[in-house]
């Protein structure tokens, strides 16, 4: 019931990831990005719990295929998980687990992976990777045209109703945290969300680290 590609850039050290569902607010339980450290997609039947666990095992200095079997192996339901990791060199790990849903794929390439569940076709993965591949400019960029791509190819079996784009840069906080939590076009939504917000994203870092130099943008009281 999702598809998803997580990435890391390797220019800026950034990694992101973009998802899309037939289920409400998937990127509220699917999408786990740590600046420095990794991104982890925790999908199918999903247990939201998986990707923070598998982030620590990164942060602890595990490669992504040894975080991602640190926490898979003896956990209880695992079969019912689809887990797709990145890790700070750009190594990528995944696991579809025996009991994932309908047609599932999974693809990879040099800085990222696509997986998903529920698909219309099993080449979904590959062309969300292939597109990113090919895409230039910032991380949120490349992750949405992935996005797009993924949905040309087919998408879920279904009609998908929510969508996410997420990035870590250097602090604490994600420097991208778009959602659609429902929409009958949430990666329609998604693209208009990310282009309004891309221009402006820089100052609300700014404005987090230093607000005497943070630029207005004309709305009441923002003087």
Same mark, same amino acid.
């Given at each position: 019931?999702? &598809?998803?590609?997580?990435?890391?850039?390797?220019?800026?050290?950034?990694?992101?990831?973009?998802?899309?569902?037939?289920?409400?607010?998937?990127?509220?339980?699917?999408?786990?990005?740590?600046?420095?450290?990794?991104?982890?997609?925790?999908?199918?039947?999903?247990?939201?719990?998986?990707?923070?666990?598998?982030?620590?095992?990164?942060?602890?200095?595990?490669?992504?295929?040894?975080?991602?079997?640190?926490?898979?192996?003896?956990?209880?339901?695992?079969?019912?998980?689809?887990?797709?990791?990145?890790?700070?060199?750009?190594?990528?790990?995944?696991?579809?687990?025996?009991?994932?849903?309908?047609?599932?794929?999974?693809?990879?390439?040099?800085?990222?992976?696509?997986?998903?569940?529920?698909?219309?076709?099993?080449?979904?993965?590959?062309?969300?990777?292939?597109? &990113?591949?090919?895409?230039?400019?910032?991380?949120?960029?490349?992750?949405?045209?992935?996005?797009?791509?993924?949905?040309?190819?087919?998408?879920?079996?279904?009609?998908?109703?929510?969508?996410?784009?997420?990035?870590?840069?250097?602090?604490?906080?994600?420097?991208?945290?778009?959602?659609?939590?429902?929409?009958?076009?949430?990666?329609?939504?998604?693209?208009?969300?990310?282009?309004?917000?891309?221009?402006?994203?820089?100052?609300?870092?700014?404005?987090?680290?230093?607000?005497?130099?943070?630029?207005?943008?004309?709305?009441?009281?923002?003087?």
């Amino acid at each position: 019931m999702t &598809f998803s590609i997580i990435a890391r850039c390797a220019r800026t050290g950034q990694f992101g990831m973009a998802i899309s569902s037939s289920s409400p607010a998937v990127a509220a339980r699917c999408a786990h990005v740590r600046a420095g450290v990794g991104a982890v997609a925790s999908q199918n039947i999903t247990d939201p719990a998986l990707g923070p666990l598998v982030l620590d095992q990164l942060e602890l200095g595990l490669p992504a295929a040894a975080a991602l079997s640190t926490v898979a192996t003896g956990r209880p339901h695992i079969d019912y998980r689809q887990l797709l990791v990145i890790d700070r060199t750009g190594a990528t790990a995944m696991r579809s687990g025996q009991q994932v849903l309908g047609i599932w794929g999974e693809a990879r390439a040099t800085d990222c992976a696509a997986g998903g569940n529920l698909l219309a076709g099993e080449l979904v993965p590959m062309a969300m990777v292939e597109a &990113f591949t090919a895409a230039k400019g910032h991380l949120g960029e490349r992750l949405m045209e992935a996005l797009e791509a993924g949905m040309r190819a087919g998408g879920e079996a279904g009609p998908v109703h929510s969508a996410g784009l997420k990035v870590a840069d250097r602090l604490s906080w994600p420097l991208i945290d778009l959602r659609i939590d429902w929409a009958d076009d949430p990666i329609g939504m998604l693209r208009q969300a990310w282009e309004v917000y891309a221009p402006q994203m820089a100052a609300y870092v700014q404005r987090a680290e230093d607000p005497t130099l943070a630029p207005s943008y004309g709305v009441p009281g923002d003087e």
